[in-house]
């Protein structure tokens, strides 16, 4: 137990610092709002896909809690922050700190997004399923 603590401890650290250095990096190429926010967070969670596929774990950004939207939010920290003057190292430490805190508390709370029902088949089969009808549909025509 005290081992898979601080793991999940190491991973919260691991996706705030890679928020920041995400965001800082795309900002320095010249990049949009947007693109910045989702190059942290590609960068945070980039790591952890790695991480779970290699120990053979479904990746905790598809089945886990508040995980990518917490780096989102810290990415846009430090966005929000350079208007006010904020100097580039500041920024870092809040997108780091704001992330790191969202993902202990919703470690700690069992925070998490609502999730999907369950669909009645895979979104192929309901696709397949889908372009079978219109192609039925068209024929009766």
Do not use: N
């Amino acid at each position: 137990m005290l081992f898979r603590s601080f793991v999940m401890l190491a991973d919260a650290v691991g996706l705030g610092v890679f928020t920041a250095i995400g965001a800082a990096q795309a900002e320095s190429s010249g990049a949009g709002i947007f693109t910045v926010m989702i190059m942290a967070a590609i960068t945070a969670c980039g790591g952890g896909v790695i991480r779970d596929l290699l120990v053979r774990k479904i990746p905790a950004i598809l089945t886990s809690d508040f995980y990518a939207t917490a780096s989102l939010i810290g990415g846009a920290c430090f966005l929000v922050l350079r208007p006010l003057g904020w100097t580039p190292d500041a920024r870092l430490s809040v997108a780091l700190t704001v992330t790191l805190c969202l993902r202990l508390i919703a470690m700690r709370y069992g925070i998490s997004l609502p999730r999907v029902k369950r669909l009645p088949a895979s979104p192929s089969q309901l696709t397949e399923l889908r372009k079978a009808a219109q192609k039925a549909s068209r024929s009766h025509e």
